[in-house]
């Protein structure tokens, strides 16, 4: 398997634009995360959806930023308008939930976002 | 979910020197996992211990483990350049639940 994909990797825009980052999570994987890194507030997780459905996304930082699942092999993260402290790495992680599953994570690439 | 603590923040050491991570805890347990992050890369999952082990051992990688002090420990032996990365602990809470990860511990081995 070709692991889990990201696009773009890296993203430079100006305030106020709109940016869509990818997520192309393993093949078979039910559960998709999307997490976010700065150097300052380290590795928070935004939302993750289980079976393309949103469980939880109480770490989504404002209604600037949405998240969707369409299908169980894609899914995007917007964020409309863009500001420059959304300068971050947002990665997506993926995994499956089974009996023996131990929850570990499938981590992306990452895409490198910066905001002027 | 809950987050561990990864101490030191940093760790500078030199080639064929051992390398040790600590990591505290807060709640029980279902397991602890460890990761690793190379510069500009993903989290790379690396081993996993169980809340009934007490040690693990994967390849140069031993990884201990310490429910009554909530704590865990992730020793490389014979540390190589390659190994420069960040290193994240990150505990499981009993049933399934997300992985939050904490600021991790950066380790650079010298040549």
């Known amino acids: 398997d070709a692991g889990v994909i990201q696009s773009p990797r890296h993203e430079v825009t100006e305030m106020g634009q709109e940016v869509t980052l990818r997520c192309k999570p393993i093949?078979?994987?039910?559960?998709l995360f999307w997490y976010r890194q700065t150097m300052m507030r380290g590795l928070e997780l935004l939302i993750y959806?289980?079976?393309?459905?949103?469980?939880?996304d109480s770490g989504m930082p404002e209604d600037r930023f949405s998240a969707k699942m369409p299908n169980a092999s894609f899914s995007t993260l917007k964020i409309q308008p863009s500001e420059p402290r959304d300068s971050a790495v947002y990665f997506c992680?993926?995994?499956?939930?089974?009996?023996?599953?131990?929850?570990?994570?499938?981590f992306g690439e990452g895409s490198r976002l910066t905001v002027l | 979910s809950q987050q561990g603590e990864e101490d030191p923040q940093a760790l500078s050491i030199q080639e064929g020197e051992n390398a040790t991570m600590n990591c505290s805890y807060k709640?029980?347990?279902?397991?602890l996992q460890w990761y690793r992050q190379n510069s500009g890369r993903g989290l790379v999952h690396l081993i996993l211990?169980?809340?009934?082990?007490r040690e693990k051992h994967s390849g140069r990688l031993r990884v201990t483990l310490d429910t009554s002090k909530k704590s865990s420990s992730l020793l490389i032996t014979a540390s190589r350049a390659a190994d420069t990365a960040s290193y994240f602990c990150?505990?499981?809470?009993?049933?399934?639940?997300?992985?939050?990860f904490g600021k991790g511990t950066m380790l650079l081995v010298s040549p």
């Open positions: 992680a993926s995994n499956f939930r089974a009996q023996t599953n131990t929850g570990e994570l499938f």
């Open positions: 093949s078979g994987h039910d559960y």
């Open positions: 959806f289980n079976n393309n459905v949103p469980i939880d």
């Open positions: 709640t029980s347990i279902n397991n």
């Open positions: 211990i169980r809340s009934n082990e």
């Open positions: 990150a505990p499981m809470n009993s049933g399934y639940s997300t992985l939050t």
